[in-house]
């Protein structure tokens, strides 16, 4: 009896003993693959939101199947030839085939639901993003006065000596020629920045240098994003 029959006679008609270990291992690597996935979706640019293929699911279950089989040599080789199809004609008479199926619809079913709340994520930052944006215009159209980032509520005092807010902000700018529209430029930009690589919202706060000077500071604690806006 060669290898392959004896494979068959070992597991036909019963759930493959490697079913569960290997499902585990797929859905942890996709989990923490969520970053190459989403990578990939962003370079296929307009062609992603019309794409029903999956984008990384078959290098996951190839590379786990590579590392499952590296330790259970009586493992047959999956992906080689042409790909799966030559594994599943060789095991049609196994419940194998049903076990990979099973297995690749759970996992495209899991990227697709990392992409769509992706894309949720993305429309709520641009939602925040335009309205942040528009708070500012309108409150340069009524007079250069902008919401201070931090405490939301008061306008900022902004002038050629100092950036000023009740709630404790206080930026020293002799020197710096800073304007409110130089203030309000800086601030889109450093949300725009930081929103090229994150999809949560950044914070404000005052933080002091080494000598003592205060800066207005702009961070993240989900991407440890950190920058000086002032």
């Known amino acids: 009896m060669d290898a392959v029959q004896k494979h ?12 569960e270990t290997y499902r585990k291992r797929c859905v942890e690597r996709l989990k923490n693959s969520r970053s190459r996935l989403l990578e990939k979706f962003r370079q296929m640019g307009d062609d992603s939101s019309g794409s029903s293929r ?8 190839e590379e786990e199947w590579s590392a499952l089989q590296s330790s259970n040599h009586g493992l047959p080789s999956l992906w080689s030839g042409n790909g799966i199809r030559d594994v599943y004609s060789a095991q049609q008479e196994l419940d194998e085939l049903s076990a990979f199926e099973e297995i ?26 335009e309205s942040v944006l528009e708070e500012m215009e309108q409150e340069m159209e009524r007079g250069g006065r902008i ?31 800073v304007s409110s529209e130089v203030l309000e430029n800086l601030l889109e930009r450093r949300v725009t920045e930081h929103m090229e690589d994150c999809l949560h919202n950044p914070t404000f ?12 500071m702009i961070s993240c604690k989900v991407c440890d994003y950190l920058s000086v806006v002032l």
Not at 205 to 216: E, I, K, Q, V, Y
């Open 8 to 19: 068959r006679s070992m597991y036909k008609g019963t759930t493959p003993p490697w079913k």
């Open 54 to 61: 999956s984008l990384l699911v078959q290098e996951v279950m």
């Open 104 to 129: 690749q619809q759970e996992l495209i079913a899991q990227e697709l639901s990392i992409l769509e709340e992706y894309n949720r994520s993305v429309h709520y930052e641009e939602q925040y993003l």
């Open 147 to 177: 919401i201070c980032p931090i405490c939301h509520v008061n306008n900022l005092t902004v002038n050629s000596h100092f950036t000023s807010c009740p709630c404790g902000l206080y930026v020293n700018t002799i020197g710096r020629n």
């Open 205 to 216: 706060s005052m933080a002091f240098n080494t000598d003592g000077s205060p800066n207005l």
